[in-house]
């Protein structure tokens, strides 16, 4: 069974920063595209960032050169590193591994920033 836990959200004030962490658990992490998601209130989940197993990143126009999505598998862990953040980037912010057509969400984790 795969678990996706995040953790690190938090209200910070514009131009702070903040890191997530999704820890997975019950394999595939080293196998998987892990992506970020965020959903605001009465708005549909959009993509933020991924990686790929090899290590590939891409990023949504509007976090790029803001926000860093890295990999330590060994700790099979996804990190969201957002620097510089806007109060746009508020919503629940949500871990999401992709292997051969299963995707698996965690429960996701608040992120509030404030002007």
């Known amino acids: 069974q795969v678990q996706l836990v995040e953790s690190g959200g938090g209200s910070v004030q514009a131009g702070g920063s903040l890191r997530l962490s999704c820890v997975v658990s019950?394999?595939?992490?080293?196998?998987?595209?892990m992506g970020w998601y965020r959903q605001a209130p009465g708005k549909q989940r959009e993509w933020v960032a991924e990686v790929t197993n090899s290590g590939t990143t891409n990023y949504a126009d509007s976090v790029k050169g803001r926000f860093t999505i890295s990999r330590d598998n060994v700790r099979n862990t996804v990190y969201l590193q957002m620097n510089n953040l806007k109060p746009e980037d508020t919503a629940d912010y949500y871990c999401?591994?992709?292997?051969?057509?299963?995707?698996?969400w965690g429960k996701g984790t608040l992120v509030t920033v404030s002007s």
């Open positions: 999401r591994l992709f292997f051969v057509g299963v995707t698996y």
């Open positions: 019950g394999g595939l992490f080293g196998l998987s595209v």
